[in-house]
Nanobody, 123 residues
Framework: VHLVESGGRLVQAGASLRLSCAAS????????MAWFRQGLGKEREFVAS????????EYGDSVKGRFTISRDNAKNMLDLQMNSLKPEDTGLYYC?????????????????WGKGTQVTVSS
């Protein structure tokens, strides 16, 4: 499973941004997918996860109400709509995929990772 993120760029605080992750191939071994982020000098942080058919989604406390995760299995795509961006949202955003079912917040539970796309929010 190969994951490629896109959509990251420099934006001003309050702006919106949509990240996408193209997964190829998205085989039956992949169930839950997620977004994580990592700021400079910080640990990798859970952003959001979505189960295989989208029945369960979870969000990190810092993004709840502002970010929306979605997936299109027919197109092998995972998206993250980010609204009301804040400078503290700055970081390298990673797409991840897991062979486990259910909502998962632990990075160690994800077997597949993209290389990340940089989001920078200026104040």
């Amino acid at each position: 499973v190969h994951l490629v993120e896109s959509g990251g760029r420099l934006v001003q605080a309050g702006a919106s941004l949509r990240l996408s992750c193209a997964a190829s191939p998205l085989r039956d071994i992949v169930f839950t997918m997620a977004w994580f982020r990592q700021g400079l000098g910080k640990e990798r942080e859970f952003v959001a996860s979505i189960t295989r058919f989208g029945s369960e989604v979870e969000y990190g406390d810092s993004v709840k109400g502002r970010f929306t995760i979605s997936r299109d299995n027919a197109k092998n795509m995972l998206d993250l709509q980010m609204n009301s961006l804040k400078p503290e949202d700055t970081g390298l955003y990673y797409c991840a995929a897991s062979g486990s079912a259910g909502p998962i917040r632990r990075p160690s539970s994800y077997e597949y990772w993209g290389k990340g796309t940089q989001v920078t929010v200026s104040s």
